[in-house]
């Protein structure tokens, strides 16, 4: 789990990344910097999420007075968004969350991307929850500690395209063919070789994965490509 917070948390640009899941009323919160531990669900913000199944952001939390009760938890937290994690019947099982340290609102399109993680998130839990034999297999993070399962990289590289031609940022898509299977640690060798904001490495088979880098500046995202590259080889 904390592999996964761990892209988030670059790819946003974030200093705290959490996933919550309710349970019997009982709300797990996993973080990536910090223990895991356990509320009430109506504790905390972050159970506020879960109960009214509504996203909430946050551009300077210290101006919320109802945010005091997280603050105990995370004193140094100023930005933050959070959005429910929405079963296709419509309960909502938990929640996904981003923090920053510093007073630096998250954007619209940030938002609309991790709604987008959420509906995958609670795909996983309904797999989990059915018993199926391999309910992770769009998640292999789990398994290399870096890449993208095909289908997810797919959909985030499609949404991304969209925005970044709206805010007229340059993307560049690179698929790297090796001569045998690609080991965790040249991806991870790969993944640690670029800026993590907005930046994913995608399964395509056994001796392929995509690149995906998005910025302002092409140049510069040519050169982190080709680092990235160099790493993976």
């Known amino acids: 789990m904390r592999e996964l917070l761990s892209f988030v948390r670059g790819y946003f640009d974030a200093d705290e990344a959490f996933a919550a899941v309710l349970r019997s009323d009982v709300l797990t919160v996993v973080s990536f910097n910090g223990p895991t531990r356990e509320s009430p669900r109506t504790d905390t913000s972050i159970g506020e999420i879960i109960l009214t199944g509504s996203t909430l952001v946050l551009p300077d939390v210290t101006k919320y007075a109802a945010f005091a009760r997280d603050l105990e938890h995370l004193p140094n937290l100023r930005s933050f968004v959070g959005v429910p994690v929405v079963t296709r019947s419509g309960e909502t099982v938990g929640a996904i969350c981003l923090a920053r340290n510093r007073t630096e609102p998250f954007l619209q399109e940030d938002v609309l991307i ?112 080709e680092a990235a590259t160099d790493a993976l080889r």
């Open 114 to 225: 991790l709604r987008s993680g959420g509906r995958r998130a609670a795909r996983l839990i309904e797999r989990v929850s059915a018993g199926e034999a391999d309910p992770f297999r769009d998640f292999p993070f789990l398994v290399t500690g870096a890449a993208l399962g095909r289908e997810t990289f797919q959909l985030l590289v499609e949404m991304e395209l969209r925005l970044a031609a709206h805010a007229h940022d340059s993307v560049e898509l690179a698929l790297v063919d090796a001569t045998g299977p690609i080991p965790p640690a040249a991806i991870q060798a790969a993944q640690r070789a670029v800026d993590p904001r907005r930046w994913a490495i995608g399964e395509r088979g056994a001796r392929r994965i995509a690149f995906f880098k998005r910025a302002a500046d092409a140049a510069d995202i040519r050169r982190q490509v």
